[in-house]
């Protein structure tokens, strides 16, 4: 079960969360801005987005996020770009070449991590 972290595992965010880590292909995104795998690009879960009727408007578009993979310890940036519309609601998902600057290739497929940010409150 994923859950909400302290607010220490992420230090200095709003709030920290742990949920499952998957990659993607990009292309349009549900901000409106189209993106390529070399992006260091995230998709939210559709309740972590809230978006309205006009999802182009998301205030949380084009904010930054951290996610952290607590096996290796590395921790990316990412900009919300998109929403994840497969995705549970602490789960995330990535281009493919955020993917495997985190994880070191695509080969795991769905990885746990821990992420967060100010955009999302807390």
Not at 14 to 39: E, R
Not at 54 to 81: E, F, L, W
Request: glycine share 14%; aromatic share 6%.
């Amino acid at each position: 079960m994923k859950n909400i972290l302290s607010f220490s595992v992420l230090a200095g965010l709003a709030t920290a969360y742990s949920g499952d880590l998957t990659y993607y292909t990009p292309g349009l995104g549900s901000c409106g801005i189209t993106n390529s795998d070399s992006d260091a690009i995230v998709a939210l879960s559709p309740p972590m987005m809230a978006n309205g009727a006009n999802p182009n408007t998301n205030p949380k578009c084009g904010s930054q996020i951290s996610i952290r993979d607590p096996d290796s310890g590395q921790t990316v940036q990412a900009t919300v770009v998109d929403t994840c519309e497969g995705c549970a609601m602490y789960d995330i998902d990535v281009s493919g070449s955020l993917f495997t600057t985190l994880v070191g290739g695509l080969s795991a497929g769905r990885v746990t991590v821990d992420w967060g940010g100010h955009i999302l409150g807390g």
